[in-house]
């Protein structure tokens, strides 16, 4: 296993379009976090899901945007209607259920730049 | 409200001396901290961690301090190495909740001077 996987990692869209991401978590992780990273600041959560389950979303997350991960492995995040305001780095983490629960694994990102 | 905070936004010392890298919090729930490094264009990559049950935890170059009562922690390099030049995140989390999400401070960009 290589790590937790991210796809696109650059991303240039024009406002009001849709943009779909997508993380590969590493495989026997059953937790998986999204985050986000705008300039001068530290990564924000944005939504965790145990398995398939989605149990938690930040207010940050608006309804413009959705998260889902199918049969507990991989994960997409969706925002629709894209405003520049949306211009950041997206973070996947993901992490076991084991000791080391609190330790997330990160994947390198996907740089959104909103035209 | 900014529960983790880096007050530095950026330290700059000499190869081969000490780096010493601060954090604060306010949330008292907080019971697990991390440090993560980060480099441009790349994901975080976790450097060391220490639990609120002990005071300081130690891997090879780098040490974590943690003051409980100040709810301060501090993230020794020593000796410095240019290629610890990067930008280096304070995280904490609480282990009684059951997301464990991260909450990271601002970061502190660091740079070895050779």
């Known amino acids: 296993d290589t790590g937790v996987s991210q796809d696109p990692r650059h991303k240039i869209t024009k406002r009001g379009q849709n943009v779909t991401f997508r993380c590969d978590p590493i495989?026997?992780?059953?937790?998986l976090y999204w985050y986000r990273q705008t300039l001068g600041q530290g990564p924000e959560f944005l939504t965790y899901?145990?398995?398939?389950?989605?149990?938690?979303k930040s207010r940050l997350l608006s309804d413009r945007f959705s998260a889902e991960r199918p049969k507990g492995s991989f994960s997409t995040l969706e925002i629709q209607r894209t405003e520049q305001g949306d211009s950041a780095m997206y973070l996947c983490?993901?992490?076991?259920?084991?000791?080391?629960?609190?330790?997330?694994?990160f994947g390198s990102g996907t740089r959104l730049t909103v035209v | 409200d900014q529960q983790v905070k880096q007050n530095s936004p950026s330290l700059s010392v000499q190869e081969g001396r000490i780096s010493i890298l601060n954090c604060d919090y306010t949330?008292?729930?907080?019971?697990?901290f991390l440090w993560y490094k980060k480099y441009p264009a790349e994901g975080p990559t976790f450097l060391i961690s220490?639990?609120?049950?002990?005071d300081k935890n130690e891997d090879g170059r780098f040490t974590v301090f943690l003051n409980k009562s100040a709810k301060h922690l501090s993230l020794h390099i020593v000796p410095s190495q240019p290629g610890d030049s990067a930008v280096y995140f304070c995280?904490?989390?609480?282990?009684?909740?059951?997301?464990?999400?991260?909450?990271f401070g601002k970061g502190t960009l660091l740079t070895v001077n050779p």
């Open positions: 983490a993901s992490s076991s259920s084991g000791g080391d629960r609190m330790l997330h694994t």
């Open positions: 495989s026997e992780h059953n937790r």
């Open positions: 899901f145990q398995n398939e389950a989605q149990l938690e």
């Open positions: 949330n008292s729930m907080f019971d697990y």
């Open positions: 220490i639990s609120s049950i002990k």
């Open positions: 995280a904490a989390t609480g282990s009684g909740g059951s997301n464990y999400k991260l909450t």
